[in-house]
């Protein structure tokens, strides 16, 4: 069996995960200083906010937000960097700058306010329709400029990837700019700058994410109490069954596993087990989904609980929309904890494998970049999830569980090959081509939520994509609430 990382190599994997348990603590800063500011407006509301999150799936989802806490207290001597505390620093001091201005004739070192620090600098250009001098000092106009723009050229440009030095060093508060031409020049000058540590950017989308999904659970708490109760109350029951942590703990022990396994791919290994955690974290929460919705809606309407329900104010749409968010509360879990494992393996899993191939060791650049292109991946399978979730849920208002399981995964393979056969040779028939389209517009194109091309490839997935994916899981877990109503309205309880 392999031996595990030194500890001389823990910074290196570690340094990622504190960068994401660190958005997580801002997050969760936020959401307690939102709760003392509703605690000091009114503390009966706030009273009540504390019994939700200790009552729903909010809980296990603080515990996560707890770990990662204490992963930020306990690692921050070994990894934190000065790098990192000035970048976080100065996010709001770096942007794209652009400046034109028009120089009389013969103006010498004309001065041109402008901010930045020249190690932040990632790009710069000048252009001009006449000959122009730029300089970083008055005094070095004809010294040492920082460009010659000759006037209708093509602009002069710097960038990181070019061989000429920088040309710019320190704090700079303005360029110069000099005309010794007889007509007026129209000069432009763009700068790009960047933290020295640019992944610090994902801190404020990780603390946005974190303040959003308690912000999400309760208002819907606030505004609509009867569906939130019934949600509630699923995703309490479905979180106690056994099958939950049965399947959290698979989850948790095959996502190690992956680390050490051999795949013999000579340097692929990272992104198979990219792949195969992905893979893993959807079958377990689909098949969660599935069976919860069987127990949750086909049993309670078989076993005359749902009459039973309903006979108190509560309608049959507050029914159904209540158990598709608690089942969906339900998977958000598995997402979340077993999720937050698999982005800790994946920056391991850099560090590991340069080892065990005799490679350089990787910079800890290099483990954020394979752990953060794994998240859409993460959203992409919760969204395919959530759709599969609102069609067992539909089944469930007549199906027992069985069928609903044959019918689910009928509607998981289909939804995956109807396109790549609609594409290929075969689809070319008319009477496969029928059939395909048919089940494009009736079942969920589940490849939309598919990014193995991405991850083989090494490409991050743009947020328009994750944005239209998620419109698409909305709209059609809106066709499936609906059709469940249809099936749901008219069933005879009693």
């Known amino acids: 069996m392999p031996a595990l990382l030194p500890l001389a190599k823990i910074s290196l994997w570690l340094t990622p995960v504190w960068l994401l348990a660190l958005g997580v603590a801002i997050g969760a800063a936020v959401v307690v200083l939102l709760w003392l500011v509703l605690w000091f407006v009114n503390r009966a509301t706030a009273s009540s906010v504390l019994r939700l999150v200790r009552e729903s799936v909010l809980a296990p989802i603080s515990y996560v937000v707890i770990a990662y806490v204490t992963i930020l207290v306990v690692a921050t001597p070994a990894v934190l960097k000065d790098r990192i505390v000035e970048s976080i620093r100065r996010l709001g001091a770096v942007s794209d700058q652009a400046i034109s201005v028009t120089l009389d004739p013969r103006t010498e070192n004309y001065e041109v306010p402008i901010s930045f620090r020249s190690d932040e600098l990632r790009r710069y250009d000048f252009s001009s329709d006449q000959d122009v001098i730029v300089s970083s000092e008055p005094d070095l106009t004809y010294s040492a400029p920082v460009a010659i723009v000759q006037g209708g050229d093509e602009a002069y440009a710097w960038s990181l990837s070019s061989k000429s030095p920088r040309r710019f060093a320190g704090e700079v508060e303005a360029v110069y700019l000099t005309n010794e031409g007889d007509a007026p020049a129209n000069v432009t000058m763009a700068f790009d700058t960047e933290v020295r540590v640019p992944e610090v950017h994902d801190l404020p989308i990780v603390a946005g994410s974190v303040v959003g999904l308690f912000l999400f659970y309760v208002l819907l708490h606030f505004f609509l109490p009867g569906v939130s109760n019934i949600a509630l109350a699923t995703a309490k029951e479905a979180s106690s069954q056994p099958l939950f942590l049965l399947f959290l703990g698979v989850g948790a ?31 377990l929460a689909i098949s969660f989904a599935v069976w919860t919705a069987s127990v949750s809606v086909a049993d309670e309407i078989d076993g005359k609980t749902a009459l039973t329900l309903l006979s108190k104010p509560i309608s049959r749409r507050q029914f159904v929309f209540g158990k598709f968010l608690g089942i969906v509360s339900a998977v958000a879990v598995i997402f979340v904890v077993l999720g937050a494992l698999l982005l800790t393996t994946v920056s391991y899993k850099v560090v590991y494998d340069a080892r065990e191939t005799s490679n350089p060791t990787p910079a800890w650049q290099e483990c954020y970049g394979e752990m953060v292109q794994i998240t859409p991946g993460l959203v992409l399978a919760f969204f395919e999830t959530t759709a599969l979730a609102a069609v067992s849920v539909a089944i469930s208002t007549r199906l027992p569980m069985l069928p609903n399981l044959i019918i689910c995964g009928s509607i998981y393979v289909l939804g995956h090959l109807t396109p790549l056969i609609a ?24 490849d939309h939520f598919n990014i193995q091309a991405a991850v083989a490839a090494g490409q991050a997935v743009p947020f328009t994509y994750l ?3 998620g419109l698409y899981c909305l709209a059609y877990c809106t066709f499936a609430l609906l059709l469940a109503l249809i099936l749901f309205e008219d069933r005879d309880l009693a």
């Open 423 to 446: 594409q290929s040779s075969v689809g070319e028939l008319p009477f496969v081509q029928f059939f395909a389209k048919l089940f494009a517009v009736i079942l969920p194109e589940l």
């Open 253 to 283: 022990v095959l996502l190690l596993v992956y680390i050490i396994l051999p795949y013999n791919t000579f340097g692929e290994d990272v992104k198979i087990l990219k792949q195969s955690g992905l893979e893993t974290i959807m079958i």
């Open 467 to 469: 944005a239209w994916a």
